[in-house]
């Protein structure tokens, strides 16, 4: 069974960072794309940012490029989000998931089977 359990969420101002951690338990997390995404209230989930399995490609965001990072360990089983320069429409909910395969190039919610709960992040000051 996968499970992925995302933290890392809160409270941050306008400009500030964050950094969200996805701990993933499956044999196999090395083979597999992870993304996170984000939605909030009213809105569609969307694609934030990807990271492929093998030489750690991402892809991201037009609206977070340049200011997310995604990052993996898989010695860890762990994914992050490092989040800067944060904007008051970056607040939502943030969900890891698993991708169906390794690519990097997955931004839809439709290539991804597991999923994690969610963190909450609000940038207000």
């Known amino acids: 069974q996968v499970q992925l359990v995302e933290s890392g969420g809160g409270l941050a101002q306008p400009g500030g960072s964050l950094r969200l951690s996805c701990s993933i338990s499956a044999l196999t997390t090395e083979y597999y794309a992870i993304g996170w995404f984000r939605q909030a209230p009213g809105k569609e989930r969307e694609a934030v940012a990807c990271?492929?399995?093998?030489?750690?490609?991402?892809n991201y965001a037009d609206s977070v490029k340049d200011r997310f990072i995604i990052s993996r360990d898989n010695t860890k089983k762990m994914v992050y989000l490092q989040m800067n320069s944060l904007k008051p429409e970056d607040t939502a909910t943030y969900y890891c998931?698993?991708?169906?395969?390794?690519?990097?190039?997955?931004?839809?919610?439709?290539?991804?089977?597991?999923w994690g709960r969610g963190t909450q992040v609000t940038v207000s000051s």
């Open positions: 990271i492929g399995s093998s030489d750690g490609d991402t």
């Open positions: 998931a698993r991708g169906y395969t390794g690519s990097y190039r997955l931004m839809l919610r439709h290539e991804y089977d597991y």
